[in-house]
């Protein structure tokens, strides 16, 4: 089976306190951040090494980012895909979740041809969980998003979450699948695995390098949600400290919010 994985370089959260956005250009700025695997993105790897240990063949990983993208690229080699493919160019850079998709899957259609592709149901910097219904649209492949399992019985079968409850549903491939945190447990990679993700192949490509891109639907330009106006609101706490018995409090307390009430009317 060919599996192919879409994985994307996002910041990590433990520094998200330290993130800002760019006033002109309304992107974030990662200057000096971090970057790690999206969490869904290795919950659908996991998936992926889980049919291939079950049914034999490869695994793909592909990524569309800036060039230091590659570091998490090889981290998924060491996980134990065998391969990746990372598309690298500013024409593609600044792109809504319809030119991502799009970009991805004239990425996947240069790089080969995939049974299953698996994605992180959505991204921990957008969240938006459109890439992986996007993606199956664009490569006319039956899609599902929101999996919390994903197994084999002759053919993948998929366990969706819903709010009010869970639905099973057999696939036809190709297919994509959106990939929830979820799903599995992620195993971590060891001394070996990362070793042997040196010998693997890792290529870089450039917009010019994928055939038959319209360049309508590639990046910024490409993108038919925009970023709007972005404002840095001052905030300010005041505290005032209530003594006193339980009662003097309660009251305290009540006559300050009816205060508070009385001043937003006049306002």
Known sequence: MNIAVCIKSVPD?????????????????RDGIPAVIGEADTHALEAALRLK???GGEITVVSMGPPAARDQLMEALAMGADRAFLISDRKVGGADSLATSYTLSMLLKKTGTYDVVLAG???????TAHVPSQLGVWMGA???????DVTWD???????????????????????IGVTNAANEVRFANVRTILAAKNKPLVIYSAADLEDLDENYLGLKGSPSQNGEVETMESSKECVMLTGTENE????????????AVRKEEA
């Open 13 to 29: 959260p433990e520094f998200y306190e330290k993130i800002t956005l760019d006033p002109q250009t309304k992107r974030l700025v």
């Open 53 to 55: 240990e079950e049914l």
């Open 121 to 127: 149901n959505e991204s921990a910097d957008g969240s």
């Open 142 to 148: 039956s899609h599902a998003a929101n999996a919390v």
């Open 154 to 176: 002759q053919g993948v079968v998929v366990t969706r979450q819903f709010e009010n409850g869970r639905g099973r549903y057999r696939l036809k491939t190709p297919c994509v």
């Open 249 to 260: 409090i309660a009251q305290k307390l009540s006559d300050i919010l009816r205060q508070s």
